[in-house]
């Protein structure tokens, strides 16, 4: 959890990478820390280089002497760890191009390079997400143990190769998983490939989703890890400079993710003082009690997994629909969780995810009950601003 | 002297690049090598494009450290970078031994730390830095220490890999040495 003075110094060196802060923020907050604790939060919420980055900024600048060392080794960690990826995916370029496959990298891979400018030490990885055809993942993953790399899951589509790892995919939303997803979430798969945009004007080959698509899908994603990691915000919020609002919201009703960028678009606002435009606010879908419940805890850093998964029932139409989520979801089937969770036993992993719900529930329930104020949906701004057209 | 001695240029491709306050940490994704440029270095490297001489680099150099530079010293840099293979056309053949330099500095009476070009390789830090946070699945390729989870991802900051195995950190401490 983030709490006091550690919690408002990871924000603001987020806000300060953003520009929406200032350095007299960021050096009134660096007084009584507890700088091992803030490592380990960095650490946590995947923000340890951008804070090694602005703190060694500031420590130059102003001349001070801080205790950088940890955050430092962090962020060279971040930077060789990622290296050792994209030098790797280096090679599987050529072979792409070779085989004339087009793939689009996705999430932090595509981030780091785009988003972050290409600073790998600043965006860390734990492996590469490419989406290609289903027609060529076996090639692909054929080309990736001649490569050296090994199959680490038994769909065989986690290959890992000393700490490099790549996850093939092709289906954005790993309905495979969790069918009933596409009742809530349906990505046009064609228009996905048609808008996508080329990583290096001169390869063919890899790409990127389109800045639309993308928020899309790293809502999803952070939403279903109940937006665990602060610098999943960071990358919304970066990727949403180059949005056309009024298209994402055109492509959030297509592809039933409306409830997604809300969650977003509050957290980024709440937490990284990112202005939405206003009119964006009266397009998106109020928040029922829970929902408000999930994002107080989200701002807090204190939302716990699953509650964002489980939310995703909202965004199924039909009472039938969620009720048949929430089923498989908890209750996955055996083939998905022996591929996940090789090792473990699902009659184990059942009683574990039905303890994990129950106890959620309770959190929620002993929220509920003291909590005596009646929500005010947070929706920033809206009442105050006039709704403008997007 | 050739072109590429006297203006080289630095590589751009197949490398990534990371700016720091006092350092530039470059990747040469072609020879899976990390290296760490000081300031000095890093002052010549980003001037490297093919168009400023030996001689205007020692004038950027001087007027960015703030310290007096030489040609020497410039090209002291510039053989450092192209052992390190971090510019275009053939390495260098060897021709300063970082001895003969400090001793050269010693002699103009400069600071040796700050003005002594240093092109360094970096080494992987411990998994626990390197990597985020994988799931225990993962502990086998992560290695050990290596923040982890076991169903829910906000377990990172509690549990490590440990031998291949995500367990609490008191344990991956006992255990693995974390």
Known sequence: MLTGRERELLLTAARLFLGNARDDEALSGLSGLDWPSLSDVAAKEGMSGVLALQLERLARTYRLNLPLEPLSLALRGTFVANGALFAELLGLRAVLQEKRIRAILLKGGALATTAYGGQIGLRPLSDLDLLMQEADLPVVREALLERGFRTASRSGTLLTKGSVMFDLHHDLINASRIRRRTSAFHFDGEALWKEAVLLDPGDRSLLVLSPAHQFLHLAVHAQKHSFSRLIWFLDLALVSRQLDWEELLLQAQTTGTLRSVAYAAMGMERLLRVQIPAGVWVTLPSLSRLEARFMDAVVGRTAKEPSGELLVAFSIPSWIGKLGYLLEFTFPRRKVLSDVFPTGSASWFYLRRVGQILALALIYLRDALRWENPVEVPKPDSASRPAVGI | ?178
């Not at chain 2, 050739?2 to 240029?9: C, L």
């Not at chain 2, 270095?41 to 001037?47: D, F, I, P, S």
């Not at chain 2, 205007?56 to 840099?77: G, H, K, S």
């Open chain 2, 1 to 178: 002297m050739s072109n590429a001695r006297n203006k080289p240029k630095r590589r751009k491709q197949g490398v990534a690049v990371q700016t720091l306050a006092d350092e530039v940490l470059v990747y040469d994704l072609e020879r899976h090598r990390a290296h760490c440029l000081n300031q000095a270095a890093a002052v010549v490297w980003r001037h490297c494009d093919g168009k400023t001489s030996v001689p205007q680099m020692a004038r950027i150099l001087q007027r960015e450290l703030d310290a007096p530079a030489d040609r020497e010293l410039v090209r002291y840099a510039i053989d450092r970078l192209a052992r390190a293979h971090l510019l275009e056309g053939p390495p260098a053949s060897a021709r300063y031994t970082r001895r003969d330099f400090m001793g050269r500095l010693k002699k103009l009476g400069l600071a040796a730390s700050v003005m002594l070009p240093v092109v360094s390789s970096i080494v992987a830090p411990a998994p626990a830095h390197a990597l985020s946070c994988v799931q225990e699945g993962q502990c086998g390729a992560a290695g050990n220490c290596t923040p982890c989870y076991v169903g829910a991802l906000n377990q990172c900051a509690a549990k490590r890999c440990c031998n291949g195995k995500c367990k609490p950190t008191p344990a991956a401490q006992n255990e693995c040495g974390c």
